[in-house]
């Protein structure tokens, strides 16, 4: 059984950055995906950015790119997401997330989630 255990959130200030991680415990194999994922309140799950592991393919939502980066340490078993120039409207719950072979942006194509972790972004 894979678990995903997510870490660095918090509150932060407009144009600050963090660093969220996503620690991958138990046996993968094959093509892995890691997603995140974001879900503020009252609204629904959307996604953030996407790596896979085998091929170090990656994609972005338009409302990061350019400002978050997806990256892993193979050797952690950790993928990271680098938020740079935060906005309150980045504020949410982000969720890592994990499935097999192709990238995908659709939180229903994820098998594990982690617990996510609180991003509050003030003004």
């Known amino acids: 059984q894979v678990q995903l255990v997510e870490s660095g959130g918090g509150l932060v200030q407009a144009g600050d950055s963090l660093r969220l991680s996503c620690e991958v415990r138990g046996r993968t194999f094959g093509s892995y995906v890691i997603g995140w994922f974001r879900q503020a309140p009252g609204k629904e799950r959307d996604f953030v950015a996407a790596l896979a592991w085998s091929s170090g393919a990656t994609r972005y939502s338009d409302s990061v790119k350019g400002r978050f980066t997806i990256s892993d340490d193979n050797a952690k078993n950790t993928v990271y997401l680098q938020m740079n120039s935060l906005k309150p409207e980045d504020t949410a719950v982000y969720y890592c997330?994990?499935?097999?072979?192709?990238?995908?942006?659709?939180?229903?194509?994820?098998?594990?989630w982690g617990q996510g972790t609180q991003v509050t972004v003030s003004s």
């Open positions: 997330a994990a499935k097999y072979f192709l990238i995908s942006t659709a939180p229903a194509d994820y098998d594990n």
